[in-house]
């Protein structure tokens, strides 16, 4: 049976604080949150003209001013084909007071400088248009026949001398018409012409690129071919998602709705304080009587798997299977709703039968791959530790909810 999708996008009061919150709920349940205060700019992807202040030759990276209060940090390896405003070339090392093109690719976490690449994104629905890499490419989401025949619509572009660009079709291109998506490569070329070749011309710290609001990068990079509804309680949003669909997705906008019952809000029709409330513990029940302990430290994220309540009659290895494939799609949905990055550790519950410990396995990575952003399990270590790895981009819902109390 189909699983129902909703994009919900609504406003709440968080800490007395008003903020604008985006959540993915699938069947009832939510799998994805993000919030932001009402009125606070993403800066997420903004592109500007940045100052190289002083090169840190022992952790390889360059720190880069942004404007007159902000700075950000550039690793080294980030710096293929840069974009350069005094036109010299890119096999030079980098020098303090160079003035190139930078991107924030992942946003100030724990005191920690924003990210910084040199290697220059322009995302859209379908494509992403890169300056780092000038290959042709495809998300591994995509299957060999949707592969061949966006590679077969990109044939011109792949013969194009001296092109200073390169093209990623993203999993929803599976979805795009032709005319749809030479439609979007269009206008990030022209978004590339703007920003990377007059982008030069600019003067130090000028903002050559401002991201879109954080909602509408999300109507943007959800996988709409399994989104059933977009649902916002705010007139001024829905103008806006309506004017973006009217471009890009016209075929969408009979799922844009707009809600607007007033005596039940829609944060309570869609249990979002629950799902937030549910991030600020670290015990998790799970419906066996099993429950999980998310723990967030400075190196990593610890899941400690355990048996709980249970009193399942069979014997032990299979109560310990049962407890096991269930933390793990938990445990998917915990680190997506959460937004916990970087290295994670799994304890499960110890399991002697190997092929328990592959089907876990495997079951882990099924559900992984459903996870927008990349993640990847690594292996099972002899003391029956689960490692994996998900990309750092932005910084952990916590750490929103705590900077909001903090207010």
Known sequence: ??????????????????????????????????????????????????????IAANIQAAFVRLSDSVNGYLPLNQCTNAIYTDGRKTDQPLRPGDQLLVQINREAMKGKLPALT????????????????????????????????????????????????????????AEASKEEFFHELEMLKKQYE?????????????????????????????????????????????????????????????ILKLYQDKLLPLYKLYSLEGAIDEVCHEKIWLKSGGFLVIQQTEAFVSIDVNSGKYTGKKKAEETYRKINLEAAAEIARQIRLRNLSGIILVDFINMENPDHQDELFHVLQKYLRKDPVKCKAIDITPLHILEMTRQKVRRPLIEDLRELSAK
């Not at 379908?126 to 000038?134: E, K, Q, S």
């Open 194 to 254: 703007k920003v990377a070749v007059h982008g030069r011309n600019r003067t130090c710290y000028s903002l050559l690129y401002e991201a879109e609001p954080f909602y509408l990068a999300a109507v943007r990079d959800v996988y709409t071919r399994d989104l059933d509804e977009i649902v916002t309680d705010i007139p001024e949003i829905h103008e806006k998602i309506f004017a973006y669909l009217s471009e890009f997705q016209p075929d969408k906008l009979e």
């Open 1 to 54: 049976m189909k699983k129902l999708n909703k994009l919900i996008i609504t406003e709440m009061l968080l800490n007395e604080v008003p903020c604008t919150v985006c959540a993915i709920v699938q069947d009832q349940k939510v799998i994805e949150l993000r919030l932001e205060p009402s009125g606070k700019k993403n800066t997420l992807n903004n592109i500007y003209v940045g100052q190289v202040e002083n």
């Open 118 to 173: 040199a290697n220059l994104n322009f995302s859209g629905k379908y494509l992403v248009l890169t300056t780092g890499n000038r290959k042709i490419g495809f998300s591994n989401k995509l299957s060999k026949e949707e592969s061949s025949l966006l590679n077969k619509w990109l044939e011109e572009e792949r013969s194009l001398p001296e092109r200073e660009y390169g093209i990623i079709a993203r999993t929803n291109a």
